[in-house]
């Protein structure tokens, strides 16, 4: 591990030189604040029963679904398509290291991008006057679902970008497996077929990797070491795949 | 001295991809200091050589050892033992130059105290000090082959890999290269790859030709010669009589013979070839033996065979003995059907 914190600055280091972190931050925030805007919006117009902070975080997908790809889908399939993986690993550096230190500095990016949304809350605070709108449980829980729910997809994306050469393929993949995770888990849960006898286990497995009720309990308060579990291996796993995604490819190249 | 082991020791060496056997069987050692020219053609399994002496790819079988350690069982090792550049210099894009060299070399664990100064040595020799805040994307080739080669002798490794560095180059910046790939020689083990014959034979000392992943010719480029062509020639150009010329030519040398003769021109002057296995200087006795029988001599020359000649001829020789070799089994069984 005595490289990964080399290629963890060098990473971020190449992405706060690049115009383009900026310009995807920028948007981001942008969009970010238009869906803040109109939950006030609708808040100003009726009451509403659950805190602002928890609708907020419940629209965590959608940028999750164009982030998540847009930040990894270069990070090893640029690598390879410039050649630049092999003059990386003929240095004493391990494969290992090189996919953690990227795969760290998408992670760093994506909490950072968020923890800039941080700001509306700020805002809201400072102008609304009224503590009752702001509750800090569903803000705490929400941060800390997207911190480590993003832990996954990140790992989902570099998993992705290790698979092909090419970018936009990268991307597209890593888009189609976070939709099959999240939207996919949703749709199979409400699937009448698996409510037989013989599916009984599936049933269960379908059960347990819900993102969205995930991301209830931990706006609740909730936190579930059985849902922290899923994130982690979860994670461990899609980054030993892109590992031997890596490596499988050196040996077929 | 003995029992320092060689830099680069290669022994049966096998690579083969889906059924294709890319390097087949290849040996080779190579002592500290030296510097090897590695000559094939495209596809000849050099690239891949190559790649396995880093450590980058696996062998199939065989051993290779870089400064006594093992490839296969110690890549770790073998990688701070190497600088490698690979084919066609694949670089980030967006990164200056110096900010590139310190990326690398902090990864190839040069301390930060001793990077600086190491980093400012290489610019200066690779002479990038003018270029040393620009961005590598848009550098010109050959700064960018350049900076290839200085990232490459950046941690001061004992072996030097690399893959055809001169590509793509201007003949100054040529000459550049080869100064400096010259200047290692003693302090570091090099091993290039090139296309460009007489680049290898003016900076290397040993030259190692292989064809269809295997080793054809090595050897010094002057052994090389003798052994792969086997003889000398000379070229004159003469007008007169030639009928008597074998027996001439058989009084200066036994083995000199008359290899070709060329139509004589509107003054007479036919231009002839003869070959001879000896390596003694002919020239003097000949012009004179030639004079003496009445010939008139316009010109005379000793041809000196380059490397060119000297590698057409190995590959050729390789490429016909895997023509004449006995056919695969399934094509012999689809005639027999």
Same mark, same amino acid.
């Given at each position: 591990m005595k490289h990964f914190f080399t290629?963890?600055?060098? $990473?971020?280091?190449?992405?706060?030189?690049?115009? @383009?972190?900026?310009?995807?931050?920028?948007? +981001?925030?942008?969009?970010?604040?238009?869906?803040?805007? @109109?939950?006030? =919006?609708?808040?100003?117009?009726?009451?509403? =029963?659950?805190?602002?902070?928890?609708?907020?975080?419940?629209?965590?997908? !959608?940028?999750? +679904?164009?982030?998540?790809?847009? &930040?990894?889908?270069?990070? !090893?399939? $640029? =690598?390879?398509?410039? @050649?630049?993986? $092999?003059?990386? &690993?003929?240095?004493?550096?391990?494969?290992? =290291?090189?996919?953690? @230190?990227?795969?760290?500095a998408a992670y760093c990016l994506y909490v950072v991008l968020w923890g800039a949304t941080g700001g509306f809350f700020w805002i809201l605070h400072r102008f609304a006057g009224d503590a009752r709108i702001l509750d800090s449980g569903p803000l705490v829980g929400g941060y800390l679902f997207i911190s480590v729910s993003g832990l996954l997809f990140i790992a989902v994306g570099v998993f992705a970008s290790s698979l092909s050469r090419n970018q936009a393929v990268a991307g597209i993949l890593c888009f189609t497996m976070l939709f099959a995770l999240i939207i996919g888990g949703r749709f199979l849960q409400e699937a009448q077929w698996l409510d037989r006898e013989a599916f009984t286990p599936v049933k269960a497995a379908v059960d347990y990797a819900q993102i969205f009720r995930h991301y209830e309990d931990f706006t609740r308060g909730v936190v579930d070491t059985r849902q922290l579990l899923f994130y982690f291996s979860g994670t461990v796993l899609a980054l030993i795949f892109s590992i031997l995604g890596v490596e499988a490819k050196l040996l077929h190249s | 001295m003995s029992d320092v082991p060689p830099a680069i020791e290669v022994s049966h060496l096998v690579k083969s991809y889906a059924g294709v056997t890319a390097v087949n069987d290849i040996s080779f050692s190579l002592a500290r200091g030296e510097i090897l020219g590695f000559l094939g053609p495209n596809g000849a399994g050099k690239s891949t050589t190559m790649r396995i002496l880093t450590g980058y790819l696996p062998a199939t079988s065989g051993h290779v050892a870089i400064c006594g350690v093992p490839v296969a069982s110690h890549p770790d090792m073998v990688k701070r033992h190497i600088g490698y550049m690979p084919e066609?210099?694949?670089?980030?894009?967006?990164?200056?130059?110096?900010?590139?060299?310190?990326?690398?070399?902090?990864?190839?664990?040069?301390?930060?105290?001793?990077?600086?100064?190491?980093?400012?040595?290489?610019?200066?020799?690779? *002479?990038?000090?003018?270029?040393?805040?620009?961005?590598?994307?848009?550098?010109?080739?050959?700064?960018?082959?350049?900076?290839?080669?200085?990232?490459?002798?950046?941690?001061?490794?004992?072996?030097?890999?690399?893959?055809?560095?001169?590509?793509?180059?201007?003949?100054?910046?040529?000459?550049?290269? #080869? *100064?400096?790939?010259?200047?290692? #020689?003693?302090?570091?083990?090099?091993?290039?790859?090139?296309?460009?014959?007489?680049?290898i034979e003016m900076t290397c000392d040993r030259v190692l030709i292989i064809n269809q992943g295997r080793v054809v010719a090595q050897g010094t480029p002057s052994d090389l010669r003798r052994e792969i062509l086997g003889h000398s020639s000379y070229e004159a150009e003469v007008a007169g009589d030639l009928s008597g010329l074998p027996d001439l030519l058989a009084a200066v040398e036994p083995t000199l013979r008359l290899a070709t003769t060329g139509e004589p021109d509107a003054l007479g002057f036919a231009t002839l070839t003869m070959t001879t296995a000896s390596d003694s200087a002919l020239g003097e006795a000949l012009l004179r033996t030639l004079t003496g029988a009445g010939l008139r001599v316009r010109a005379l020359s000793r041809a000196h065979p380059t490397l060119e000649d000297v590698f057409l001829a190995a590959t050729r020789r390789s490429w016909d003995v895997v023509a004449s070799a006995p056919a695969p089994k399934g094509k012999t069984e689809k005639l027999k059907g």
């Amino acid at each position: 591990m005595k490289h990964f914190f080399t290629l963890l600055s060098h $990473e971020i280091r190449m992405l706060l030189v690049n115009p @383009g972190t900026y310009i995807a931050a920028t948007a +981001f925030l942008v969009f970010m604040g238009f869906i803040f805007t @109109g939950i006030l =919006e609708s808040y100003s117009k009726t009451p509403q =029963e659950t805190p602002p902070a928890q609708v907020f975080f419940q629209f965590f997908w !959608l940028p999750v +679904f164009f982030m998540v790809p847009l &930040l990894t889908m270069k990070c !090893l399939a $640029e =690598e390879r398509r410039l @050649g630049t993986i $092999e003059t990386l &690993l003929t240095t004493p550096v391990t494969t290992t =290291e090189v996919v953690l @230190g990227k795969y760290a500095a998408a992670y760093c990016l994506y909490v950072v991008l968020w923890g800039a949304t941080g700001g509306f809350f700020w805002i809201l605070h400072r102008f609304a006057g009224d503590a009752r709108i702001l509750d800090s449980g569903p803000l705490v829980g929400g941060y800390l679902f997207i911190s480590v729910s993003g832990l996954l997809f990140i790992a989902v994306g570099v998993f992705a970008s290790s698979l092909s050469r090419n970018q936009a393929v990268a991307g597209i993949l890593c888009f189609t497996m976070l939709f099959a995770l999240i939207i996919g888990g949703r749709f199979l849960q409400e699937a009448q077929w698996l409510d037989r006898e013989a599916f009984t286990p599936v049933k269960a497995a379908v059960d347990y990797a819900q993102i969205f009720r995930h991301y209830e309990d931990f706006t609740r308060g909730v936190v579930d070491t059985r849902q922290l579990l899923f994130y982690f291996s979860g994670t461990v796993l899609a980054l030993i795949f892109s590992i031997l995604g890596v490596e499988a490819k050196l040996l077929h190249s | 001295m003995s029992d320092v082991p060689p830099a680069i020791e290669v022994s049966h060496l096998v690579k083969s991809y889906a059924g294709v056997t890319a390097v087949n069987d290849i040996s080779f050692s190579l002592a500290r200091g030296e510097i090897l020219g590695f000559l094939g053609p495209n596809g000849a399994g050099k690239s891949t050589t190559m790649r396995i002496l880093t450590g980058y790819l696996p062998a199939t079988s065989g051993h290779v050892a870089i400064c006594g350690v093992p490839v296969a069982s110690h890549p770790d090792m073998v990688k701070r033992h190497i600088g490698y550049m690979p084919e066609n210099n694949p670089l980030p894009e967006d990164m200056r130059v110096s900010e590139y060299l310190y990326f690398r070399g902090r990864l190839k664990e040069i301390s930060r105290s001793k990077l600086g100064s190491r980093i400012d040595e290489v610019l200066e020799l690779c *002479d990038l000090k003018r270029v040393r805040h620009k961005i590598i994307g848009k550098l010109s080739k050959g700064f960018r082959q350049r900076v290839g080669i200085a990232e490459a002798i950046l941690a001061e490794p004992p072996v030097i890999i690399m893959d055809e560095p001169t590509i793509g180059l201007d003949p100054h910046q040529i000459l550049i290269v #080869r *100064d400096l790939i010259a200047s290692l #020689r003693g302090r570091m083990t090099v091993i290039i790859s090139s296309h460009i014959l007489p680049e290898i034979e003016m900076t290397c000392d040993r030259v190692l030709i292989i064809n269809q992943g295997r080793v054809v010719a090595q050897g010094t480029p002057s052994d090389l010669r003798r052994e792969i062509l086997g003889h000398s020639s000379y070229e004159a150009e003469v007008a007169g009589d030639l009928s008597g010329l074998p027996d001439l030519l058989a009084a200066v040398e036994p083995t000199l013979r008359l290899a070709t003769t060329g139509e004589p021109d509107a003054l007479g002057f036919a231009t002839l070839t003869m070959t001879t296995a000896s390596d003694s200087a002919l020239g003097e006795a000949l012009l004179r033996t030639l004079t003496g029988a009445g010939l008139r001599v316009r010109a005379l020359s000793r041809a000196h065979p380059t490397l060119e000649d000297v590698f057409l001829a190995a590959t050729r020789r390789s490429w016909d003995v895997v023509a004449s070799a006995p056919a695969p089994k399934g094509k012999t069984e689809k005639l027999k059907g």
